[in-house]
């Protein structure tokens, strides 16, 4: 019997997890993760889709990400051919590097997106990793809280959420984590 096919809602914002066979590591040192940012960009061109946050810890990634042109299905499956076949070259091994295939969930609501954009960034809290997200270097969220700029993440789908100027939103969406500004 084949797989269920994944029905894609065009436009919408899927919550998506992968994580590592037998809970593995994913991401075992900092060439890692960057390499695997870089993957994003460069998938990003060839099949274009919008990040409005991610997270990536070491066994597992999270991404709220819409695709418009393209089933998520055909995106997820380029991010992790891509980054399999690395992960098994540099760690000289063969065989499969996801545990199964890809957990996703549209996002159906202004409240789910802001909800599923909290638990994405306190991912790393959660885990007992850092003390405060904006520490946590592999998160999207350090970028809502200071005006760098990351070249695939769309904060205004989130920050727009909220009244006010850039700064206002900001401080708001700080508010709606839950987590001061610190360190």
Not at 6 to 11: A, C, F, I, K, L
Not at 152 to 169: P, Q, R, T, V
Request: hydrophobic share 35%; aromatic share 14%; proline share 4%.
């Amino acid at each position: 019997m084949g797989r269920k096919k994944r029905v894609w809602v065009p436009n919408s914002f899927y919550h998506v997890v992968c994580r590592g066979n037998r809970r593995d590591a994913l991401f075992k040192d900092d060439d890692d993760f960057k390499i695997f940012l870089h993957m994003l960009l460069q998938i990003n061109k060839k099949v274009p889709f919008e990040l409005a946050s991610y997270c990536l810890m070491t066994n597992h990634f999270h991404l709220q990400i819409r695709s418009k042109e393209q089933p998520i299905s055909k995106v997820m499956s380029l991010i992790n051919k891509r980054y399999a076949d690395y992960y098994n070259t540099k760690n000289r091994i063969t065989g499969h590097v996801f545990e199964k295939r890809y957990y996703d969930k549209v996002i159906a609501s202004k409240q789910g997106m802001l909800e599923v954009s909290r638990y994405i960034h306190l991912n790393p809290v959660d885990a007992n990793m850092v003390r405060q997200p904006q520490s946590y270097p592999w998160s999207s969220y350090r970028y809502y809280m200071h005006t760098s700029r990351h070249p695939l993440l769309n904060m205004a789908i989130i920050l727009d959420y909220f009244s006010g100027d850039e700064w206002e939103k900001r401080r708001k969406y700080r508010e709606f984590v839950g987590w001061e500004r610190a360190e």
